[in-house]
């Protein structure tokens, strides 16, 4: 089972699996909407199953339960007989005819319990949904509002307690909402024409486009996202799929015209992308994974771009002391806290633990990258996190540690829905200058 492998890309795994079992298309994008949902959608879940038994189910279960509810709830094109229907037949299958039988009568119970329409009252209503149950089920917010983030909107207690703390609750809830939902496709436009002929290209091909923020680029519906990417502007490379935050990540890395670059965390490579179209005299990739540096490129084969030199290497380690930079861009691994609509499962792996090892190693990658930077070049730090410690916090530690060295720009950004133009990334970046000398 892809939700019980252990394997922070399940998506991906449903993949696999559909690929090793022969399902068609439209079996395969069911299952992958299916798992979306449940991660999207866990703490919800897990708050629904909660009310409806007597006793915590196992693992597996509990995990085939979820499931089921979750075509209760979110799934409009899948009837309720044949979510009932087909999650018990499968529990039956994997775990036996008794735990089928559970299975049964607990899905029977929530689909008594759904009701059409929002009731007003939180502790009951579906959010993002007009369904409610017939009592509550979520932890009442006026009395616990971390606990009610974690029943009706999945946000794990600690993170919206944390993003209540800095930004209030009515963003904390905001921001946990976007979540809930398959974020839009963000477009850059590559080519030198117009947004504006762009888009009425892809309307007339029936891509729903609304203009991001940014003039280069255009947002997609979700259900359109298929249509868009299958498009011969995608194709040809006149498109890419960037972040507006991402984008201007790499810009703040400002003229990199003629300069020597260096992108220390490149995989998939869209920031290093945007670097080489700017012309620098060299560029050198680096990222750990050589798998992943292969993605770099293969994208880059599409978007007709030169391949940049790529090392496989653990920081800078393999560059030798020597190396040095005009310009250097750590785009950093991170909580992904600003990106969790793209990453879902990256709020259940969120705790004090991840955070401080996050942390760590930004800081260690920081001050690896550091030493690569010719004296009055510049050195930028980008997260899609949205939490101090890997932002601001940050970048302070490493000015405190490092004498001469200056910040000159940072920028913090939000994700925001399709309907306010995005962006749909959130995150952090600053731009640092070296000493002369």
Same mark, same amino acid.
């Given at each position: 089972? @892809?939700?019980?492998?252990?394997?922070?890309?399940?998506?991906?795994?449903?993949?696999?699996? +559909?690929?090793?079992?022969?399902?068609?298309?439209?079996?395969?994008?069911?299952?992958?909407? #299916?798992?979306?949902?449940?991660?999207?959608?866990?703490?919800?879940?897990?708050? $629904?199953?909660?009310?409806?038994?007597?006793?915590?189910?196992?693992?597996?279960?509990?995990?085939?339960?979820?499931?089921?509810?979750?075509?209760? #709830?979110?799934?409009?094109?899948?009837?309720?007989?044949?979510?009932?229907?087909?999650?018990?037949? @499968?529990?039956?299958?994997?775990?036996?005819?008794?735990?089928?039988?559970? +299975?049964? %009568?607990?899905?029977?119970?929530?689909?008594?319990?759904?009701?059409?329409?929002?009731?007003?009252?939180?502790?009951?209503?579906?959010?993002?949904?007009?369904?409610?149950?017939?009592?509550?089920?979520?932890?009442?917010?006026?009395?616990?509002?971390?606990?009610?983030?974690?029943?009706?909107?999945?946000?794990?207690?600690?993170?919206?307690?944390?993003?209540?703390?800095? $930004?209030?609750?009515?963003?904390?809830?905001?921001? +946990?909402?976007?979540?809930?939902?398959?974020?839009?496709?963000?477009?850059?436009?590559?080519?030198?024409?117009?947004?504006?002929?762009?888009?009425?290209?892809?309307?007339? /091909?029936?891509?729903?486009?609304?203009?991001?923020?940014?003039?280069? =680029?255009?947002?997609? %519906?979700?259900?359109?996202?298929?249509?868009?990417?299958?498009?011969?502007?995608?194709?040809?490379?006149?498109?890419?799929?960037?972040?507006?935050?991402?984008?201007?990540?790499?810009?703040?890395?400002?003229?990199?015209?003629?300069?020597?670059?260096?992108?220390? @965390?490149?995989?998939? !490579? &869209?920031?290093?992308?945007?670097?080489?179209?700017?012309?620098?005299?060299?560029?050198?990739?680096?990222?750990?994974?050589?798998?992943?540096?292969?993605?770099?490129?293969?994208? =880059?084969?599409?978007?007709? #771009?030169?391949?940049?030199?790529?090392?496989?290497?653990? *920081?800078?380690?393999?560059?030798?002391?020597?190396?040095?930079?005009?310009?250097?861009?750590?785009?950093?691994?991170?909580?992904?806290?600003?990106?969790?609509?793209?990453?879902?499962? /990256?709020?259940?792996?969120?705790?004090?633990?991840?955070?401080?090892?996050? $942390?760590?190693? *930004?800081?260690?990658?920081?001050?690896?990258?550091? &030493?690569?930077?010719?004296?009055? &070049?510049?050195?930028?730090?980008?997260? @899609?996190?949205?939490?101090?410690?890997?932002?601001?916090?940050?970048?302070?530690?490493?000015?405190?540690?490092?004498? !001469?060295?200056?910040?000159?720009?940072?920028?913090?950004?939000?994700?925001?829905? #399709?309907?306010?133009?995005?962006?749909?990334?959130?995150?952090?970046?600053?731009?640092?200058? %070296?000493?002369?000398?």
């Amino acid at each position: 089972m @892809c939700l019980r492998s252990g394997s922070p890309t399940p998506l991906r795994e449903v993949d696999r699996y +559909a690929s090793l079992r022969g399902l068609d298309p439209r079996d395969t994008a069911l299952a992958r909407r #299916l798992v979306g949902t449940e991660i999207r959608r866990r703490g919800t879940l897990r708050a $629904v199953l909660g009310a409806f038994v007597h006793a915590k189910p196992k693992a597996d279960l509990a995990a085939l339960l979820r499931l089921g509810i979750a075509q209760l #709830l979110f799934l409009d094109r899948v009837p309720d007989h044949a979510a009932v229907s087909e999650t018990v037949r @499968c529990v039956t299958d994997h775990l036996g005819l008794g735990k089928g039988r559970t +299975a049964n %009568a607990v899905l029977r119970s929530v689909q008594r319990a759904v009701l059409p329409g929002a009731s007003g009252d939180p502790s009951r209503d579906v959010v993002g949904t007009n369904l409610r149950f017939e009592f509550p089920v979520f932890r009442d917010p006026e009395e616990h509002p971390h606990l009610w983030a974690e029943d009706a909107l999945s946000l794990p207690s600690a993170l919206h307690k944390r993003w209540t703390q800095r $930004v209030g609750r009515e963003e904390a809830d905001r921001l +946990a909402a976007l979540a809930l939902e398959e974020p839009p496709l963000s477009l850059r436009i590559r080519s030198a024409r117009p947004r504006e002929e762009v888009r009425a290209t892809l309307e007339a /091909a029936g891509v729903g486009c609304t203009n991001g923020r940014h003039a280069r =680029f255009l947002l997609v %519906a979700p259900e359109d996202a298929s249509t868009a990417l299958a498009s011969p502007l995608f194709h040809h490379g006149e498109l890419t799929v960037q972040g507006e935050h991402a984008f201007g990540a790499a810009q703040m890395l400002s003229e990199v015209e003629g300069l020597r670059v260096l992108d220390l @965390c490149a995989a998939p !490579g &869209g920031k290093t992308a945007a670097i080489l179209e700017s012309g620098p005299q060299r560029l050198v990739a680096c990222d750990l994974s050589p798998h992943r540096l292969q993605r770099i490129r293969t994208g =880059f084969q599409r978007l007709g #771009l030169p391949v940049p030199e790529l090392a496989a290497m653990d *920081q800078a380690r393999g560059l030798g002391p020597a190396a040095r930079f005009d310009a250097v861009l750590v785009d950093a691994p991170c909580s992904n806290t600003g990106v969790l609509a793209q990453r879902p499962g /990256a709020k259940w792996r969120h705790g004090p633990q991840s955070q401080r090892a996050l $942390v760590e190693l *930004q800081r260690e990658l920081l001050r690896s990258a550091s &030493g690569h930077v010719e004296p009055g &070049g510049v050195l930028v730090h980008s997260t @899609c996190s949205l939490e101090n410690e890997e932002n601001e916090q940050q970048v302070r530690g490493f000015l405190e540690e490092h004498t !001469g060295w200056t910040l000159e720009e940072e920028r913090r950004s939000a994700p925001a829905a #399709l309907d306010a133009g995005g962006p749909a990334d959130g995150g952090y970046a600053a731009r640092l200058r %070296a000493p002369l000398a």
